[in-house]
């Protein structure tokens, strides 16, 4: 299976072949957002893969959309630029109506409108979603929404957004998943008149933000789904959210060991090339042969995804075992680059940073641990 799509990888390669290694690093050094590149991408119709044909898009699988954000990172790019816009939508297309479905996805298709951004995560709950404090209170025929956000990522680059608040306290719901809803923010209309968004400077060349929210007024027409479900809405989304992003970590392991092969196959130190030594070379054939496994697992949850079957030990387990495999890659690429591996020029330092990220976010290691442990072992649950 690995071996298939080349028909994809060639085409996608080939547009990431004239964004070369300079274009990243420029980017990456200016902080900037690789504008040229994600219009590129949209103008190909890539990001519009999950997108059903009836909408716009390619109505492309998984799998297909997988192949498309491993490619990218594969090429030295970094696909955290725009995976939102690849997945996001699919919480508009599983839950919206009909009306927010025609209105919304054909623009976002054409790349008319990006609907990049996802506000979940909050300051002072963290991973313990059920506990966020932004609220949303139907005010005749609007929502208006007060609290913060924290790490809501290309906010600044998107022109719609979906936001998850509690519009039942936790007080008043049976359950502590109930009473939480998911709204269609019109980023233009909000930033300003309700919404301040406030840049978060970081390791990463990543676009993130602190968002606040002072009487931000929604109108109910936005509101997606049945008010109170909106956190159901947004576990829906994460299956496929783990796969591609398991799909990028792979595609990072490779760019890591391809760099790293070519290097050490180069580099003379002591009168041989430095890959000549079983001390460099098997903490490389130990990445590779981590990437490749990690590979299996993000086509098996490919798969089922596509196949409309229960995936979430198979995306947590990809998304875990890739972001494990390209670390260990980026680590061994880093080593043996010696002191050129620090050197801006050398693209390795960037790509390390990028990778890093997928051990923390969009979820932690740890949590997907504790998912295992829960849902597939049956242990009790600890929190
Ligand atoms: C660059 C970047 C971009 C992001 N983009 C977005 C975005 O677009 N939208 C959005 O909503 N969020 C976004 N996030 C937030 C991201 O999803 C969270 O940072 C991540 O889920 C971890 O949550 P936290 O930072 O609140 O960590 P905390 O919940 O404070 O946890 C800190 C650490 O403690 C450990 N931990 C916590 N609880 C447990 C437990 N019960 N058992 C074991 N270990 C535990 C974990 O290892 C975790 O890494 C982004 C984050 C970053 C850094």
């Known amino acids: ?35 040229a590149f994600v219009d590129a991408l949209t103008e190909a119709g890539w990001l519009a893969a999950l997108i059903p044909e009836e909408f716009g898009g390619s109505g492309l699988g998984l799998t297909e959309a997988s192949v498309i954000m ?26 919206g109506s009909e009306a927010q479905k025609l209105k919304y996805l054909p623009k976002i298709a054409s790349g008319e409108l990006r ?35 924290v790490w809501i990522s290309r906010v600044q680059h998107s022109d719609l ?13 049976k ?45 109910e027409e936005n509101l997606i789904g049945e008010e109170g479900m909106g956190f159901k809405y947004i576990l829906d989304g994460l299956n496929a959210e783990r796969t591609l992003i398991a799909a990028e970590c792979i595609g990072d392991g490779y760019w890591f060991i391809d760099k790293v092969s070519d290097y050490v196959k180069e580099r003379t130190v002591f009168g041989r090339p430095i890959g000549q030594n079983q001390g460099v070379q098997f903490p490389i054939a130990e990445a590779h042969i981590e990437v490749e496994a990690a590979n ?62 997928y051990q923390v976010a969009p979820i932690s290691t740890n949590l997907i641990l504790s998912y295992v442990a829960e849902h597939v072992l049956g242990l009790p649950r600890s929190f």
């Open 1 to 35: 299976m690995t071996d298939s799509y080349e028909e994809i990888r060639d085409a996608v390669r080939a547009l990431c072949a004239t964004f070369p290694p300079e274009y990243h690093r420029k980017v990456d050094e200016d902080r900037a957002y690789p504008e």
């Open 70 to 95: 491993e490619e990218i990172n594969r090429a030295g790019g970094n696909s955290g630029a725009c995976h939102g816009q690849m997945y996001n939508m699919g919480t508009l297309l599983r839950h």
């Open 115 to 149: 609907l990049q951004s996802m506000g979940v995560t909050e300051p002072t709950t963290g991973t313990d979603t059920t506990k966020i404090k932004t609220t949303a209170v139907k005010k005749g025929d609007r929502y208006v929404v007060n609290g913060q956000k």
């Open 161 to 173: 957004m979906i936001l998850l608040a509690r519009t039942t306290p936790l007080t008043e719901v």
């Open 175 to 219: 359950k502590k998943s109930h009473g939480m809803s998911i709204f269609i923010v019109d980023l233009k209309d909000a930033i300003g008149n309700g919404m301040d968004v406030k840049p978060i400077p970081n390791m990463v060349n990543h676009e993130t933000n602190e968002l606040f929210f002072d009487n931000l007024e929604i109108p």
């Open 296 to 357: 299996l697992m993000r086509f098996e949850a490919c798969r089922l995804f596509d196949a409309k079957q229960p995936c979430g030990a198979q995306a947590n387990m990809a998304k875990y075992l890739a972001a494990k495999a390209s670390w260990e890659a980026a680590n061994a690429c880093l080593q043996f680059h010696g002191g050129f591996g620090f050197a801006n020029e050398y693209d390795v330092e960037r790509k390390f940073r990028e990778t890093r990220l």
